[in-house]
């Protein structure tokens, strides 16, 4: 038995394992929204162009060394030093076609998965996020109400968020939705998302921020309109408005060890926490 069919098994295995783990990692490789699925499909097509360079390699190389090796002497290495022209515009001609084909898809990719652009739908649901230190806050301003550590969306309709940082720079990720993007202090981001289904979905910082970045996660539920609508009165209706004190509590470094929901928010929290990076004196002086 050649060393080939020896170690082709535990190859298959290798490859076998690394797909199944993208399968049940909560990547966009199990889209449950627009904009994943596009990021998915976009990938596969970067990856297919890029094996028409790298495919050649991985066979051509190890041909190369089994032929030509030692131990073989009816294959003698007698090379004719001499300019090849159809081996020069093979060698030349895939990579660049592979370049224009790319530049073409990912130009055109940059500008349909821009984030700051508002997805299709009615019943747009606006939601402000805040990065903390450990934890997120979601303030709902139509709704009046806020959570941290969970994120409640309607399935089917488009979701606009506003995002900044009460600290350091954070990354904001529900990658089954797609789309990373930064949370900066006294500057405010958007990402659009919708969710295709209801489900709970992983999200998380994934930019390194101290000693609880590994804890900062949360869920984001997607449910139906009645269960939205439900939940929001359900908030409504508790005892616990997120004022002054409480923020001050929220924003010191700690991980929560559950969702944390609040009845009422102030209608300018979020421009106040921009503004208070952005205008320091005056919000010192109360202006």
């Given at each position: ?14 490859i ?22 596009e ?8 990856n ?30 007698q090379?004719?030093w001499t300019?090849n ?5 093979f ?19 940059t ?12 019943g747009?649901?606006t ?8 934890k ?26 506003e ?37 709970v ?11 609880g ?5 949360f869920?984001?539920y ?5 269960q939205f ?13 997120l ?43 109360g202006?």
């Amino acid at each position: 038995q050649s060393a080939g069919a020896r170690f082709r098994p535990i190859f298959a295995l290798l490859i076998a394992g690394t797909l199944a783990g993208c399968a049940a990692s909560p990547s966009f490789f199990r889209a449950a929204g627009p904009v994943a699925a596009e990021q998915r499909e976009l990938f596969w097509i970067v990856n297919l162009l890029l094996l028409a360079v790298v495919l050649p390699v991985f066979i051509g190389l190890p041909y190369v060394l089994w032929r030509y090796r030692r131990g073989n002497i009816d294959s003698t290495y007698q090379p004719k030093w001499t300019f090849n022209t159809k081996l020069e515009f093979f060698i030349w001609g895939v990579p660049i076609a592979v370049v224009l084909a790319l530049s073409v898809i990912l130009w055109h990719a940059t500008h349909q998965l821009d984030p700051y652009k508002r997805i299709d739908g009615q019943g747009q649901v606006t939601v402000q996020v805040v990065g903390l230190d450990w934890k997120w806050l979601f303030i709902y301003p139509d709704q009046h109400i806020a959570t941290v550590n969970k994120l409640v969306v309607p399935a089917g309709r488009p979701v606009h968020l506003e995002l900044t940082s009460d600290t350091v720079m954070q990354s904001f990720f529900i990658p089954q939705f797609g789309s990373q993007i930064y949370a900066m202090a006294g500057m405010r981001t958007q990402l659009n998302l919708k969710a295709d289904r209801p489900g709970v979905y992983l999200g998380e910082n994934t930019q390194y921020n101290g000693n609880g970045f590994h804890r900062q996660n949360f869920r984001t539920y997607a449910v139906s309109d009645a269960q939205f609508d439900a939940w929001v009165k359900q908030v409504q209706s508790g005892s616990q408005p997120l004022n002054a004190a409480r923020y001050a509590a929220l924003s010191k470094q700690s991980v929560p060890e559950h969702p944390i929901e609040f009845s009422s928010v102030p209608s300018q929290l979020f421009a106040h926490i921009i503004g208070k990076y952005l205008y320091p004196k005056q919000q010192q002086e109360g202006g």
